[in-house]
């Protein structure tokens, strides 16, 4: 019982803290990484419940579709601007 609390914590602050690097992150692509990250964690928590169909529907639907849609939209619009030199 107490591994179980110290992992739910543990995933806990993790959700949270990437929760929070989304919001943050200037990059957007580094925002995409981190909403995974905060959406593999919600999956273990779902595993943590015994609610193994909706960790896998997590992973598939939001993991595997959703993130990939968003790192390929924020890649294949990304443009490389010049830098410019203050002189």
Do not use: K, N
């Not at 602050?13 to 995409?32: E, N, P, Q």
Request: aromatic share 8%.
């Amino acid at each position: 019982m107490v591994l179980e609390t110290i992992a739910f914590a543990l995933f806990a602050l993790i959700t949270l803290a990437c929760s929070l690097g989304v919001v943050l992150a200037r990059d957007l692509f580094h925002a995409s990484l981190l909403l995974g990250a905060a959406l593999l964690s919600v999956a273990v928590h779902y595993v943590m419940l015994q609610a193994e169909f909706l960790a896998a529907m997590q992973i598939l639907v939001y993991v595997g579709g959703v993130l990939i849609l968003i790192t390929f939209a924020v890649m294949l619009t990304r443009t490389d601007e010049p830098e410019v030199s203050s002189v």
